[in-house]
């Protein structure tokens, strides 16, 4: 099955710097890669995804890379804000309705 | 979109007894899905339910410790059975449904939050 490997597990930034958050997975077929936030006390949200025939994303200060050839994919926040606080977790699935397998999870802080 | 309603939302549980988690979604959906995230971890599949079949439970997931029910297309119960303190966690409900008109998403309850004592 699908094992998805994700890095830092926690990432402290100064307020306004970039936060980046790397993500490996196994399973070529897998071709949805969906980014969630979750807060404290709440389900994860998701953020922003991106599909294996896009090699890049972006909304707003949120951008996305993949790499099929390398299996990875990054999750890049720029100018971040103390909000921007929670933990985030990569995905990777077949698509549809398919079984999503999630990464290990990041702890991001926002020092203002 | 897709919004979900779990009870109860969190709940702290005798060892050996059985607690059942409602997930009602407010549209009809195919597939649910029941996760479990023990503290500080990740998100793992328990079982995916589909209406009128029986659950598919993943990998080290049994249905006689999680019985699942789905008895219409929105809504799902969890039970998780003789409860040990390893229970303890998150249980999460997810759907999917779709965003924007044609992209699937998965969507989220806020989660049960257990603690077996």
């Known amino acids: 099955g699908e094992n998805v490997e994700q890095h830092p597990s926690t990432l402290s930034v100064q307020e306004g710097d970039s936060a980046v958050i790397k993500c490996t997975y196994s399973?070529?077929?897998?071709?949805?890669f969906p980014w969630y936030k979750q807060e404290l006390g709440k389900g994860p949200q998701l953020i922003i995804d991106?599909?294996?025939?896009?090699g890049e994303k972006k909304d707003q200060r949120i951008a996305v890379t993949l790499n099929k050839t390398a299996k990875h994919f990054s999750l890049h926040i720029t100018e971040t804000q103390p909000e921007d606080s929670a933990v985030y977790f990569c995905a990777a699935s077949g698509g549809g309705y398919q079984k999503v397998t999630f990464g290990t999870g990041t702890k991001l802080q926002v020092i203002p | 979109s897709a919004v979900i309603s779990q009870k109860p939302s969190r709940d702290i549980c005798q060892r050996g007894t059985s607690l059942t988690i409602q997930c009602q979604v407010d549209s009809q959906v195919t597939m649910m899905f029941w996760y479990r995230q023990q503290p500080g971890q990740s998100l793992t599949l328990i079982a995916t339910a589909n209406q009128g079949s029986e659950a598919t439970y993943e990998s080290g997931f049994v249905i006689d410790k999680f019985p699942i029910s789905r008895p219409n297309l929105t809504f799902s119960t969890l039970t998780v059975s003789n409860m040990s303190p390893e229970d303890s966690s998150i249980y999460l409900c997810?759907?999917?449904?779709?965003?924007?008109?044609?992209?699937?998403?998965?969507?989220f309850g806020q989660g049960t939050r257990l603690t077996v004592v």
């Open positions: 991106i599909r294996s025939n896009v």
């Open positions: 399973d070529s077929a897998s071709n949805y």
């Open positions: 997810s759907v999917e449904g779709l965003r924007q008109g044609f992209s699937l998403e998965a969507f």
